[in-house]
């Protein structure tokens, strides 16, 4: 007997002991013959491992693995290998990550796609304009952020709104009024509303009655959300891909709403909003430094070394930190600019579980491929962030596959047309 992970269950497989949910109700008995129903519908009774006769999960996980053509799976762990190259692979969450970061290489190689990341060596890259691009570093935080607040502001639709959510006596329709008079904010957050993102049982027709059903903050947590990656649509895909950079940004916000989730009494939007945003201080070092920007890229990739331990050996600060100031400037709420500032080393924050929890959706997205390719890193997981969120290995799968389902949908909603398709 032995607990087997839900996406290693296939259709035969025997009960080895009473199933039961995560409310204790009985599911399915013992000795009971898994079909394909019952495979389909563990992940909504939220089931995540099964007792299995005969079985052990290594047993599983190594046969899923030596199904795959050897070409293929060689290729595909080589790219693990340089994925977790900075954590400690006999770790048990590491070994899971890296076990279905293998799989779902090995299954693009398999269908026939091209999986740069997978492939070996690193392209150098290139600024298109670099003949026009001064060879200057910043010399602090401040010096960026005040160059960026210059050049442009902040979009003034989200400030509208919060000013009508600072009225006590502002209702949702006065927030739907505010959102409506912006036609492209309005169409997104519709399409947003309408996803599976949210799913509901009826399609929601207008900004008034999205603002009824999910709530004015809710509402102006998605518009804030939206806004900003308006606000960076003017970027350059010089060296990096935008569409790859808000895939990734989009995956964290949507793990960190799953693991939100989890925790009794916790703003999921608030979470999903930390994750689109945790980022930002990367895209804002390449629109002010875009010459910084590529001396950090290449120190990264050749030393190698972690993205932000790159920038603060030759900047003498991070992305996160960049992140935070330019928040800051923009008046968002200090809990968040705090939040995303700790997302690399959530051990040092105060608040340790909201960390944990950016932290956690940051390595599940980069160790998932959801945008970055594998030359961005997966950082060490912190053990404490791990335990603070009371998880399992065996959440893991579950908690991807939940999050694949909406990360597409989610895309086509938050970008404009140029980056979704």
């Given at each position: 007997?032995?607990?087997?992970?839900?996406?290693?269950?296939?259709?035969?497989?025997?009960?080895?002991?009473?199933?039961?949910?995560?409310?204790?109700r009985l599911l399915l008995p013992k000795n009971t013959v898994l079909e394909d129903k019952h495979l389909r519908i563990?992940?909504?009774?939220?089931?995540?491992?099964?007792?299995?006769?005969?079985?052990?999960?290594?047993?599983?996980?190594?046969?899923?693995?030596?199904?795959?053509?050897?070409?293929?799976?060689?290729?595909?762990?080589?790219?693990?290998?340089?994925l977790f190259r900075f954590c400690d692979r006999s770790d048990p969450v590491v070994s899971e990550l890296c076990r279905l970061a293998t799989l779902r290489t090995a299954a693009d190689l398999a269908a026939g796609k091209r999986v740069l990341e997978a492939?070996?060596?690193?392209?150098?890259?290139?600024?298109?304009?670099?003949d026009?691009?001064?060879?200057?570093?910043?010399?602090?935080?401040?010096?960026?952020?005040?160059?960026?607040?210059?050049?442009v502001s902040f979009p003034d639709i989200y400030f509208q709104i919060l000013t009508v959510l600072e009225n006590p006596r502002s209702s949702s329709a006065q927030v739907a009024e505010v959102v409506s008079k912006d036609p492209s904010l309005a169409t997104r957050l519709m399409k947003l509303v309408n996803s599976p993102f949210y799913g509901l049982p009826t399609k929601v027709d207008s900004i008034a009655r999205a603002t009824t059903l999910l709530g004015a903050?809710?509402?102006?947590?998605?518009?804030?959300?939206?806004?900003?990656?308006?606000?960076?649509d003017d970027i350059p895909q010089d060296f990096?891909?935008?569409?790859?950079?808000?895939?990734?940004?989009?995956?964290?916000?949507?793990?960190?709403?799953?693991?939100?989730?989890?925790?009794?009494?916790?703003?999921?939007?608030?979470?999903?909003?930390?994750?689109?945003?945790?980022?930002?201080?990367?895209l804002v070092i390449f629109k002010t430094f875009p010459y910084a920007a590529l001396e950090v890229f290449l120190m990264a990739t050749q030393a190698p070394c972690l993205i932000h331990e790159a920038e603060r050996r030759l900047l003498g600060f991070d992305h996160t930190e960049v992140a935070e100031a330019m928040l800051e400037a923009w008046n968002f709420p200090d809990s968040l600019c705090h939040i995303i500032c700790c997302h690399h080393e959530p051990d040092l924050s105060d608040k340790k579980t909201d960390c944990a929890v950016l932290h956690m959706?940051?390595?599940?997205?980069?160790?998932?491929?959801?945008?970055?390719?594998?030359?961005?890193?997966?950082?060490?997981?912190?053990?404490?962030?791990?335990?603070l969120l009371g998880l399992s290995v065996s959440d893991i799968a579950p908690m991807a596959s939940q999050a694949d389902h909406m990360i597409d949908d989610i895309i086509h909603s938050f970008l404009p047309e140029s980056l979704s398709e």
């Open positions: 007997m032995g607990m087997i992970f839900i996406d290693d269950l296939t259709t035969g497989m025997v009960l080895a002991e009473d199933l039961h949910g995560p409310n204790g563990f992940k909504i009774w939220g089931v995540t491992q099964v007792d299995i006769n005969g079985l052990e999960q290594d047993s599983c996980a190594s046969a899923s693995l030596e199904s795959l053509d050897p070409e293929i799976l060689e290729k595909s762990d080589r790219y693990a290998q340089r492939e070996d060596g690193h392209e150098t890259p290139v600024l298109t304009n670099h026009s691009i001064m060879p200057m570093l910043p010399e602090s935080v401040e010096q960026i952020v005040s160059q960026e607040v210059e050049l903050q809710e509402l102006s947590i998605l518009t804030l959300g939206i806004s900003v990656v308006r606000y960076f990096f891909s935008m569409k790859r950079f808000w895939t990734h940004s989009i995956a964290t916000g949507i793990f960190a709403k799953i693991l939100a989730s989890r925790i009794p009494g916790c703003f999921e939007e608030r979470f999903f909003l930390l994750g689109l945003i945790h980022d930002i201080g990367r959706a940051d390595v599940l997205a980069r160790a998932l491929r959801n945008g970055y390719r594998g030359k961005f890193a997966v950082s060490p997981i912190s053990h404490r962030a791990w335990e």
